[in-house]
Nanobody, 126 residues
Framework: QVQLVESGGGLVQAGNSLTLSCAATGHTFSSYAVGWFRQAPGKEREFVAAIRGWTATSTDYADSVKGRFTISRDNAKNTVYLKMDSLKPEDRAVYYC??????????????????WGQGTRVIVSS
């Protein structure tokens, strides 16, 4: 069983940075892949970024955030981070982290994720 708690959301001006954290409980968390998804008002939830389990050398990003967002993990702290630079008003959303067992398949589909956090809201003012 894994429980996830996001933090770090808030109000930020466009062009600035924010780092989200996803803290997990569960002794096998290091083996899980973790994804960040977001849902803007009136829109469907979308993939943002993901990181593989274990050695975590492999990451994936949505085109809309590539080059601006960085996902990383600290398995010793059972925490995954999403550093968001050069934020844009269109990045405004509730951000969710999610975890799944990593079978080497694509991490962009939200359906296989087994565990979800409650979400943290990011508001970017122009």
């Amino acid at each position: 069983q894994v429980q996830l708690v996001e933090s770090g959301g808030g109000l930020v001006q466009a062009g600035n940075s924010l780092t989200l954290s996803c803290a997990a409980t569960g002794h096998t968390f290091s083996s899980y892949a973790v994804g960040w998804f977001r849902q803007a008002p009136g829109k469907e939830r979308e993939f943002v970024a993901a990181i593989r389990g274990w050695t975590a050398t492999s990451t994936d990003y949505a085109d809309s955030v590539k080059g601006r967002f960085t996902i990383s993990r600290d398995n010793a702290k059972n925490t995954v981070y999403l550093k968001m630079d050069s934020l844009k008003p269109e990045d405004r959303a509730v951000y969710y982290c999610a975890a799944r067992r990593d079978f080497g398949l694509s991490l962009r589909d939200s359906r296989p994720y087994e565990y979800w956090g409650q979400g943290t809201r990011v508001i970017v003012s122009s």
